[in-house]
């Protein structure tokens, strides 16, 4: 007993420092990445889209192919490990991007983003599963949202820093953006570095599917099913203003590097605050119920940005976006982990994936289609709507679970 809590708390001390390392690459690329494209490589509103929906495309047939494998894995470690290691490769690739000739740069990057999603989806789905079967289920609201406090920490520091080194540069010049493409790949070896120390128990090789199995048969699971509609229909709504966001920040608002961290900056803050108060809100009154009170918050932002372009307004309202953005992050990955058990939980997981992968790749497009046939404001109050709306299924998928529970005692009695 004594030796499997110390063998837990290693794991979690190793996730925490990995966890550190993705945030610093993360925050390194994704926030600047349509800022190097649009300023850079000239890249035009189709093209922005496309930095957000061309990788969840590819991450669809990523999901597939990685739940095919992972269902066939003895032990999940090494497969996770490297398909971060491969992903992050890719950043070597975006730092010769600018020597190409202009006519063909920015869709060689956006290529890259997209193609990158491919041993990246292997990752994230594979870390799931990992880490699912590496926490038990008692300790996961605490831990996850003490890992995801310290991770907008760092990610908070580290943009931070980095939007004041790019300010002292011109937008428009590569160079800085090409260093921290480097810099990023170096953190993404730390990454790999602390996957590998994990300790993983070996899968009972009689558990380990042999067989080609899409896994259909998740789909029998109702507390699942309903979690998978909730959550693809929220989905929906916050990712189609992914796009927009940067478009208006960059392009309505003259965001510069500078601004954009200090954006990113004041979300993490308020990420802070408010993560353990959504892990303890979550403890007492369930992931479901807190979901509904976190997607009205997420409702508000779209709203609330296209109100004024003014920058220090903007930075405001990402600080109260961040608020709720804790609660969503945090809440349906425990959600995913308490509708789902050991024994199909990976499939699960690669199944909810592939359909989320599907959003993802609609969503932004979906915006971007309506910035260009009507007007960003237009744009904005669908994604608002939408994203309010997903509170009421949300409220029905409570009220399914709660009388599911109390049946299950009356039956136990």
């Known amino acids: 007993m004594a030796e499997s809590f110390s063998t837990l708390k290693l794991n979690e001390k190793l996730s925490i420092r990995n966890g550190i390392a993705t945030t610093v690459v993360l925050n390194i690329c994704n926030n600047y990445f349509p800022l190097f494209a649009i300023s850079v490589l000239g890249a035009t509103n189709y093209q922005v889209g496309l930095i957000s929906s061309l990788p969840q495309f590819i991450g669809m047939f990523a999901m597939l192919l990685g739940s095919l494998i992972l269902s066939r894995l003895e032990e999940k470690k ?83 820093m980095i939007g004041i080194l790019l300010q002292q540069s011109e937008t428009s010049n590569p160079v800085p953006f090409q260093l921290l493409f480097l810099v990023a790949f170096s953190f993404g070896l730390l990454e790999f570095y602390y996957l590998m120390k994990h300790i993983e128990k070996k899968n009972d090789k009689k558990k380990v599917n042999k067989k080609f199995n899409l896994g259909l048969y998740v789909f029998k699971s109702k507390p699942f099913v309903y979690f998978l509609i909730c959550s693809l229909f929220f989905n929906f709504g916050w990712q189609m203003a992914w796009s927009l966001f940067s478009i208006y920040q960059i392009k309505y608002a003259g965001a510069t590097a500078f601004w954009i961290s200090l954006f990113t900056v004041s979300n993490q803050i308020a990420q802070i605050a408010s993560f353990k108060w959504w892990g303890r809100m979550a403890d007492k009154h369930s992931n479901a119920k807190m979901l509904i009170f976190a997607s009205l918050g997420m409702a508000s932002t779209p709203i609330l940005t296209m109100l004024s372009t003014n920058l220090v307004y903007l930075v405001i309202v990402n600080a109260s976006s961040g608020l709720f953005l804790s609660g969503i992050v945090l809440l349906l990955f425990n959600h995913l982990l308490e509708v789902t058990n050991e024994d199909n939980r990976s499939t699960c997981i690669s199944n909810y994936n592939i359909l989320l992968a599907l959003i993802a790749f609609i969503a932004p497009q979906f915006g971007v289609f309506l910035l260009e046939y009507t007007n960003m404001d237009i744009a904005m109050i669908v994604s608002g709507i939408l994203r309010g709306s997903s509170a009421i299924l949300f409220f029905f998928m409570f009220l399914y679970l709660k009388k599911r529970e109390v049946y299950s005692i009356h039956e136990n009695i």
């Not at 491969?86 to 690739?93: D, E, H, P, Q, W």
């Not at 990057?109 to 193609?115: D, N, R």
């Not at 041993?119 to 994230?124: I, K, M, V």
Request: proline residues 4%; without cysteine; charged residues 15%.
């Open 78 to 160: 090494k497969f996770t490990a490297y398909s971060f290691l491969a992903a992050r490769l890719f950043l070597i690739a975006m730092f010769f991007v600018i020597y190409l000739p202009i006519e063909f740069r920015s869709w060689v990057f956006v290529l890259l983003i997209g193609f990158m999603n491919l041993p990246g989806s292997f990752a994230n789905l594979s870390w799931q599963s990992f880490i699912g079967d590496i926490i038990p289920d008692e300790r996961r609201s605490g831990f996850f949202s003490e890992r995801n406090r310290v991770m907008t920490i760092v990610g908070m520091i580290s943009t931070f």
